[in-house]
């Protein structure tokens, strides 16, 4: 079988300034968007482009990166493996979020506040009738990741099963290696999506949130702390890593998600890292993807948390029972939120409307901050997902660290 042999890519170096451009661009939108709110708007579109352009580049990620891992696996059951243990961690993680949600937001109580000056406004006028309802055939039938994620595994075992295996897994390499040569090249933009993003929320929103509204950013970002340090840091650690060493090394992905509020438009160059980390290409590039739709441990505490929020908000008693409910439906409901802009506020109000207990008038109420929240949901969503990697490379015994000197996933340092 001849091969036409694809040319790769010309060697491209990051620039060592990228984490502090995106610093930059990030505290001169503050300012902007503080002092001249109406030029800081018409920033929004730098932010929507960025966010576009990368989620283009997203099929053919998941494609490129999907079928070479599992045809450089070794044996088709090593894939079924990796894919059950996966989706076995992604749900514990996920109920416990939930679970962590809905505790801390009945002890804290961000919704038990003075309602005096809340304005709760007529949702109905930002959503469209039956928004909140969830289709999930039409969810699945117009779901393009979930359709990319499928016919890539079935390529894969495919090319897995096929004489020539080596042969198209060369052609494809190359190919591979151009998309994320694109990608880099769109990458060195960073700073200016960052920018836009951040500077039109500012312009828009201001610096200034309402008493119940400020209480519940507080507890969200607390929350969502604690979950990382806490929660993901154990599992780290049980698995003989460092979350600080590891959040050191993705700090230029968590910029440009805090700058765009997409985890997805860092989802490339979490892949390259967590390879240079140690993980094998082939459990990178099955467990980040599926990660983007199975695994979003930030929106799931934002999910549960608003949800008992709106309920205090209006002096809704929930019972252990339909909280257990509310548990369950989140359960189903989180995972049709993907890492997208937005994406975790109409979940909501599908959740809201399957409950039908709360108001979903409440929605309106969280509208001027959801682009806060969002960046706190899309900042964990990453971290858990590539925590997620590690620790499936690490129990498949395919975790191969560089040399010390340049190492970025350290084992944690032994406790007296």
Known sequence: MKTFAVPK????KFTSHLTLLVIIALVLAVLLGYFYPRTAVKTQPLGDWFITVIKTFIPFVIFFTIVPGISGMSNLRRVGRIGVKSLLYFEIITTLSLAIGIVLAEVIKPGKV???????????????????HIDWGKFFLNNLTLWVLAIAIIV??????NRHREKILAFIEPITEWVFFALRLVMLLAPLGAFGGMASTIGKYGLRTLLPLGKLMITMYSTMA???????????RYFKLNIFTYLKNIKEEILIVLGTSSSEAALPSLMTKLEQMGCSKSVVGLVVPTGYSFNLDGTSIY??????????????DLTTGEMLTILG?????????????????????????AIQRIPIEGLAVLLAIDKFMSEARAITNIIGNGVATLVISKSEKDFHPPAPAAATAQPAPAQA
């Open 303 to 316: 999910l549960s948390m608003a949800t008992i929020f709106l309920a205090q908000l209006y002096n809704v």
């Open 329 to 353: 439906i989140l359960m189903i409901t989180s995972k049709g939120a993907a890492g997208v802009t937005g994406s975790g506020f109409t979940v909501l109000a599908s959740t809201l409307t």
């Open 156 to 161: 894969g075992i495919i090319v897995s099963l």
């Open 226 to 236: 604690v979950f990382i340090i806490v929660v993901l840091g154990l599992i780290l």
């Open 9 to 12: 890519p010309p060697k491209l």
């Open 114 to 132: 003075s309602r005096a000056g809340l304005a709760v406004q007529d949702a109905s006028k930002y959503t469209k009738p039956g928004a909140g």
